[in-house]
């Protein structure tokens, strides 16, 4: 069974922490994804890798960054959390940007 | 960027009746997909539709596609209980990434 898994249910931070959002997928997929969503906004594309060390600014990246130093893990960073980014972070996985996409089952970050 | 829009926004339909939700695009797409978001969870895959199909089928999934109206639909038929969630329509902007509509609430009443 594939599977796409975050580090954390939820999760609490202060205003100004450093946050790390980690997903691993076990499908040997060379795509990953990192989005938010919002009420109101639906899913947002923060940050998306095409392979191992490399990455492409989605929609959203601003306050974000983000590390895959390995081709089964997909880090988000928040270098400074703010209130503005309370939300829940889906991570996704896709053996070809076009093809369909596997989620993780979702990490609700509250910011403090 | 483009983006599907899914219309309605709020579906509310008794047990057994079909569920139908729509969707449209703006700009050329590759293919276009159907998700669905259990309340809090991620988001399942149901269905891919290329741009040179018309229908496919899965299961009591029904989805068409109309590229000269730039819109898609998805058919629930006999629907369930477990059918209650949101559904996302996503359609492929260029060759490199998925758009996300907003979504539609379905619930499926006893």
């Known amino acids: 069974d594939v599977k796409v898994t975050q580090s954390s249910r939820y999760l609490v931070k202060r205003t100004g922490e450093k946050v790390f959002l980690e997903c691993v997928q076990d499908m040997d997929h060379e795509n990953m994804f990192w989005y938010r969503q919002d009420p109101g906004l639906g899913l947002r594309l923060i940050y998306f890798s095409y392979d191992v060390k490399m990455k492409e600014k989605g929609d959203i990246p601003e306050g974000y960054s983000v590390s895959r130093e390995k081709k089964e893990r997909f880090s988000l960073i928040l270098e400074s959390a703010s209130t503005n980014q309370t939300s829940m972070y889906l991570c996704?996985?896709?053996?070809?940007?076009?093809?369909?996409?596997?989620f993780g089952p979702g990490t609700r970050l509250t910011v403090l | 960027s483009q983006q599907g829009e899914e219309d309605p926004q709020a579906l509310s339909i008794q047990e057994g009746e079909n569920a139908t939700m729509n969707c449209s695009y703006k700009t050329s797409i590759n293919n276009l997909q159907w998700y669905r978001q259990n309340s809090g969870r991620g988001l399942v895959h149901l269905i891919l539709?290329?741009?040179?199909?018309r229908e496919k089928h899965s299961g009591r999934l029904r989805v068409t596609l109309d590229t000269s109206k730039k819109s898609s639909s998805l058919l629930i038929t006999a629907s369930r209980a477990a059918d209650t969630a949101s559904y996302f329509c996503a359609t492929v902007e260029g060759a490199q990434k998925l758009v996300f509509g907003q979504g539609t609430r379905l619930t499926i009443n006893p």
């Open positions: 996704a996985s896709s053996r070809a940007p076009n093809n369909e996409q596997f």
């Open positions: 539709i290329r741009s040179n199909e």
